[in-house]
């Protein structure tokens, strides 16, 4: 199990690398390290600003990478995510949002483990499906 949290550890970094992120540089982030109440911070970021476009920007990436990460680390899990294949990052946003809202006690908590849990509470599986299919 602690090679998958390497690997999504990993994902999550190199997905963050990319998401465009403007935010500065005497402020690093690192997603392990960041809490849920973090990121909704920056999914909540006013887009008015290029600052908070950034904080946007990033949010979207990081939820996009915890869900690309979940494709790889979940093949052995009973608990997957089954996504239709044309859900939007934006829509992975505002699953994220919904969900941490609802669940204030959980903003504690590292972020991508809340991000999967609402993935999980928004796309569940029935039967055999995995993540990624139409239903």
């Avoid at 090679?3 to 997603?31: K, N």
């Avoid at 996009?64 to 946003?93: H, I, Y």
Wanted: proline letters at 4%.
């Amino acid at each position: 199990m602690n090679y998958r949290l390497i690997a999504l550890l990993l994902l999550l970094t190199v997905s963050s690398a990319f998401s465009g992120d403007q935010t500065s540089v005497s402020e690093p982030i690192f997603p392990q390290q960041m809490s849920a109440q973090e990121l909704l911070y920056k999914c909540n970021a006013s887009a008015m600003t290029s600052m908070g476009r950034g904080s946007g920007q990033y949010c979207t990436g990081f939820i996009s990478g915890v869900e690309e990460a979940t494709r790889f680390v979940q093949a052995g899990s009973d608990k997957k995510v089954c996504m239709p294949s044309n859900v939007s990052s934006r829509k992975l946003k505002d699953v994220y949002t919904r969900y941490a809202l609802k669940n204030k006690q959980l903003l504690n908590k590292p972020a991508a483990e809340i991000v999967l849990l609402a993935l999980r509470s928004a796309y569940p599986c029935t039967g055999d499906a995995n993540i990624g299919s139409s239903g």
